[in-house]
């Protein structure tokens, strides 16, 4: 049986969908009396695990799901060993540094050496600022990042942005994308080269 790992969040329902199209019916997910964390197909050929976001390449790369559904966001940030199959074309948005619109700061080269980066895109952020040679400090939050320049905690964000409107309503503007992410299908390795048949089929019909 083929097993799925499903992100909660901005691509769930869209993944539901998705999957809806292509013949496998987890909408049972989407009752919010439902509070199961697994489910089977009514077919009986597939399940799917309702995970985390950042959870998904985990399962996948463990093995406990042969295929998930995330964002490239999260597959650069924690680079696994998964094999990315489709690009899904949904869940759009881009990953960006933000700085206070007082701040004067117009590009990330603006910005003084050893400025303090927030982001919970931790290796992201770091990547970045070491190719174009500048150090910084890069400091994990985990909520709401816009408070680190709000606050003078930090000069800069890096994170996902969507609209901007959040951005905007706090007095931050973007300086510079670093690039844009949308909803991936993704297998584990060994499964997928195991069964290349099935998951071409599924693949194609996706």
């Known amino acids: 049986m083929l097993t799925f790992a499903l992100p909660k969040g901005s691509l769930f329902k869209d993944s539901i969908q998705l999957l809806q199209k292509a013949g496998l019916d987890f909408s049972a997910f989407l009752d919010e ?11 009986g ?9 950042q959870d998904v390449p985990v399962y996948v790369e463990y093995g406990q799901a042969q295929m998930g559904i995330v964002g490239e966001d999260v597959l650069r940030e924690k680079t696994p060993k998964v094999a990315k199959l489709v690009d899904l074309g949904f869940g759009g948005c881009r990953m ?3 700085v206070a619109q007082a701040s004067g700061y117009q590009s990330p080269l603006d910005l003084p050496p050893h400025s303090r980066i927030a982001s919970k895109y931790v290796n992201c952020a770091r990547t970045y600022f070491d190719s ?29 942005v969507s609209t ?34 099935r998951f071409g089929q599924l693949i194609q019909q996706i």
């Open 33 to 43: 009396s439902n509070r199961q964390l697994q489910i089977t197909d009514p077919t």
């Open 164 to 197: 901007g409107k959040t951005l905007k309503d706090n007095g931050l503007i973007e300086i510079e994308v670093l690039y844009h992410s949308t909803a991936r299908l993704i297998a584990h390795p060994l499964s997928y080269r195991l069964h290349s048949d």
């Open 45 to 53: 050929t597939a399940k799917a695990l309702l995970v985390r976001a």
């Open 132 to 160: 174009i040679d500048l150090p910084v400090e890069i400091i994990p939050l985990y909520g709401s990042v816009e408070l680190g320049p709000i606050t003078g905690m930090a000069e800069a964000i890096v994170d996902l």
């Open 96 to 98: 960006s540094i933000a």
